[in-house]
């Protein structure tokens, strides 16, 4: 157990639908990253908060948003959903990124577009 | 913004061989390097990390090495087993800047009988 938990750890909806993904970082650590894993397909780096505030950006979707809330647990919202969003939904928790610690992944949120 | 090239995507070594993967970024500001292994249907796991005032690093059976030159890096697994059978990640981030950790697409290691 790496101590970062997400919920639902599957999800099941249609096109057009809108969900949120939860994650709650480990105890102490305040930055947290979000990646989509599609199959056989790395980990593709969507956004990242840090105590609460969006400290880097990659190649989030305009329909996709994220927040971190002052317990640092962290949503991110997948909206007008399309069959191409079916993914496994990573969220990785780091204590301080400017030392480059070890980021510690949740299992996963595997979203099912139909 | 920073790229992680990754090869090969698929490698197939005989038990007790040894493993080699190996990793390019783009942005010569990155100074932070970890690797993950990712067993099937689970999460990704730091293995070893490497940072850029250094040049090699090893834990046991795993080496990591690191030329800021030509900004490449690779991972060496020695006398490989059946638990090693896994997709690896590299990654590069910038410690300080955005800290964002960019992942290459992944080495899928089978270890042959």
């Known amino acids: 157990d790496s101590g970062v938990t997400q919920t639902p750890k599957h999800l099941i909806t249609a096109t057009g639908q809108r969900v949120t993904l939860r994650c709650s970082p480990r105890?102490?650590?305040?930055?947290v990253y979000w990646y989509q894993q599609s199959l056989d397909q790395g980990l593709q780096f969507l956004i990242q908060?840090?105590?609460?505030?969006?400290?880097a950006k990659g190649n989030i979707l305009e329909r996709f948003s994220a927040q971190q809330f002052p317990d640092l647990h962290s949503e991110l919202n997948l909206s007008s959903l399309e069959l191409g969003d079916s993914a496994l939904y990573f969220c990785?928790?780091?204590?301080?990124?400017?030392?480059?610690?070890?980021?510690?992944f949740g299992q996963g949120t595997r979203l099912t577009v139909v | 913004g920073e790229n992680v090239e990754q090869h090969p995507s698929t490698l197939s070594v005989q038990e007790g061989d040894s493993a080699v993967i190996k990793c390019t970024y783009s942005?010569?500001?990155?100074?932070?390097f970890p690797w993950y292994k990712q067993e099937l249907g689970k999460r990704p796991q730091l293995i070893i990390d490497?940072?850029?005032?250094?040049g090699e690093k090893k834990d046991q059976r795993i080496a990591v090495t690191l030329n800021k030159t030509a900004k490449h890096f690779s991972l060496h697994i020695t006398e490989t087993q059946p638990e090693d059978s896994a997709v690896y990640f590299c990654?590069?981030?910038?410690?300080?800047?955005?800290?964002?950790?960019?992942f290459g697409k992944g080495t899928r290691l089978h270890i042959l009988p």
């Open positions: 990785a928790s780091t204590k301080d990124p400017r030392v480059g610690t070890e980021a510690f």
């Open positions: 105890s102490g650590d305040l930055s």
């Open positions: 908060y840090y105590n609460g505030e969006e400290r």
């Open positions: 942005d010569s500001a990155s100074n932070y």
């Open positions: 490497i940072r850029s005032n250094v």
């Open positions: 990654a590069a981030s910038e410690m300080n800047r955005d800290d964002k950790i960019i």
